[in-house]
C-alpha cells in the first residue's frame, strides 16, 4: 500500500501544488520550511472545497441527507488515518487540533492520573516545547522528577544512556521520533522497549516522521503517537493522537461538552464511547476529510520513493553547504539524519541569513525552533534551518547554495 512507486517523479508532483508556481522577490520559489509547515496540493485543496460547496454540515446529529455524508466522509477519514499508521482499532485514533493538543491530552488524562509524587518523567532535550512543556507542567502538579536522556555531541541518544535513565520510578518516556532541529531519528522501538520492561508508558512525538516514513504503531509498540495535518501535506488546525484501546478506555476526557457526551442529567453527566469522547464540540471536519486526502496523495506516492528522495537530496544539499567556509551544520552525519539541515555562519545572524536568502526567493526558518532547551544545548540563541520534501529538487539546493554564497559575500563586505 505505501510503497507503490520506486522513484518519484518530481517535475509532476510539483504541478499538483499550485502555490510553487509563483515568483518571490521576482525569483523562483525554493520552499525549504516543511518542517514548520508543507505546502498543499489540489488534490487536498479540492476535496475541502467539495465538503463546503456540496455537503457541508455537522456530524453525528442529522438524519438529513448532507449530514449523512458530513458523517460518512469525517468517520471514513478516521478509518483511513487508522491504516494508515497500521492502528488496530478505529477507537484508537482520535482528532484533535495538531500535535500540541494530542500530547496535551495525554499529559493531562493519562498523566493526571497515573503520574505520583516521586515519579518520573523522562525526555530528551532535543523536543520540540510541545513535548516538553506539557511534561514539566505535569511534574510541577504532581511534584514529579523531568529527566532528560544525555545526547551525544552530534545529537543523538544511545540505548545504553537509554537504559540507564528510564527506572522503575518512571512512569511516562516522551520522545519525539524526529528531531524538527537536528534531524535526529530515534529508535522508539527499542526505547519502547526498555520503557515497558519499567511499566512505563512511551509517548511519541510524531510530528517530524509520519510525513516522512511508513508508520506502524503496533511494531513500534508505542502507547501513544501524535501527530499534525499541516506537516504532511494536509491542512492546518488537524492532528491525530493514537493511543492504544486498552489505555485510552480508563482515560477521562480534558474537554466537555457536545458531541462527547452520552446522558446529561441536571447535576452529573457520563461520556460517549472512544473515540468521541475525547471529541468535544463540532468536529475538525472539513480538516479530517482533507488530512485523509493527504493521506492518500502519500501512499499513492509511496514511502520508499519518499525516504529514497529526501535521503538523495538531503546528502546532496548537505554536502554543498558544508563546503562553504564558516557555515556549521548541527546535528548527526548526513547518511543518519532526516531531511533537515540546520546550520550558522560564524559571524551572521540566522535571522539576517533568511532575511537576505528570501531575496533569492528561497525560503527558510530562523529561530529557536520552539526548542531552546536544543538551543542552549548547542550553545547558539538560534540556528537557521532548511527541510526538504517530496515537491523539492537539487535546484532548490542550488538555488539555496548560491543565496547563501551571496548572503556570505555581503556580510563579508567592509564597507
Known amino acids: 500500500m505505501n510503497r507503490m512507486a520506486e522513484t518519484l517523479n518530481v517535475n509532476e508532483i510539483i504541478k499538483d501544488f499550485p502555490i510553487l508556481n509563483q515568483q518571490v522577490n521576482g525569483k523562483r520559489l525554493a520552499y525549504l520550511d516543511t518542517s514548520a509547515t508543507s505546502q498543499t496540493p489540489s488534490q487536498v485543496i479540492d476535496v475541502i472545497s467539495d465538503y463546503y460547496q456540496r455537503y457541508n454540515s455537522n456530524v453525528h446529529r442529522g438524519v438529513h441527507t448532507l449530514g449523512a455524508l458530513a458523517t460518512d466522509g469525517y468517520e471514513n477519514a ?3 488515518v487508522r491504516r494508515f499508521i497500521h492502528a488496530q482499532y478505529f477507537e484508537e485514533i482520535v482528532f484533535t487540533r495538531g500535535t500540541t493538543a494530542a500530547i496535551n491530552l495525554v499529559a493531562r488524562s493519562y498523566g493526571d492520573a497515573n503520574v505520583e509524587e516521586g515519579d518520573e518523567i523522562v525526555v530528551t532535550e532535543m523536543e520540540h516545547h510541545a513535548n516538553i512543556v506539557p511534561w514539566q507542567e505535569l511534574a510541577k502538579r504532581k511534584n514529579a522528577q523531568l529527566k532528560f536522556i544525555p545526547m551525544t555531541p552530534e545529537g543523538e541518544v544511545k540505548i545504553e544512556d537509554v537504559e540507564d535513565t528510564i527506572t522503575d520510578r518512571t512512569k511516562i518516556v516522551a520522545i519525539t ?16 522497549e526498555i520503557a515497558h520492561a519499567h511499566d512505563a508508558v512511551i509517548s511519541v512525538d510524531g510530528a517530524q516522521s509520519t510525513p516522512h516514513m511508513d508508520i506502524d504503531v503496533q511494531d513500534l509498540d508505542v502507547d501513544f503517537f501524535s501527530f499534525s495535518g499541516h506537516k504532511m501535506l494536509g491542512p492546518t488546525g488537524i492532528g491525530v493522537l493514537y493511543g492504544k ?19 446529561v442529567s441536571k447535576y452529573d453527566a457520563s461520556w460517549a464511547d472512544l473515540p468521541t469522547k475525547f471529541e468535544a464540540g463540532t468536529p475538525l471536519i472539513a480538516e479530517a476529510i482533507g488530512l485523509a486526502e493527504a493521506v492518500r496523495y ?9 525516504q529514497a528522495h529526501e535521503k538523495e537530496l538531503t546528502e546532496y544539499a548537505y554536502d554543498q553547504m558544508n563546503a562553504i567556509e564558516g557555515l556549521e551544520i548541527y546535528g548527526p552525519p ?39 532547551p536544543l538551543m542552549k544545548w548547542l550553545g547558539q540563541s538560534s540556528t537557521a534551518r532548511a527541510s526538504f520534501y517530496v515537491y523539492n529538487t537539487k535546484e532548490d539546493v542550488d538555488q539555496l547554495v548560491h543565496a547563501l554564497k551571496q548572503t556570505k559575500e555581503f556580510f563579508s563586505y567592509e564597507f
Not at 486498552?246 to 480534558?254: K, R
Not at 506516492?301 to 519518499?306: C, E, T, V
Open 245 to 263: 484501546r486498552d489505555l485510552l478506555l480508563d482515560m477521562e476526557p480534558i474537554e466537555y461538552g457536545g458531541d462527547m457526551i452520552d446522558f
Open 334 to 372: 548526513k547518511e543518519r539524519r532526516a531531511g533537515v539541515i540546520t546550520f550558522n555562519f560564524t559571524d551572521i545572524h540566522p535571522h539576517d541569513v533568511a532575511t537576505a536568502v528570501d531575496t533569492e526567493g528561497v525560503a527558510v526558518r530562523a529561530g529557536h525552533h520552539c526548542a531552546q
Open 298 to 306: 502519500l501512499e499513492k506516492l509511496g514511502f520508499d520513493a519518499i
Open 177 to 192: 521520533h524526529v528531531s524538527n532541529v537536528l534531524g535526529t531519528i530515534n529508535d522508539v522501538k527499542a526505547i519502547a
Open 78 to 80: 478516521r478509518e483511513t
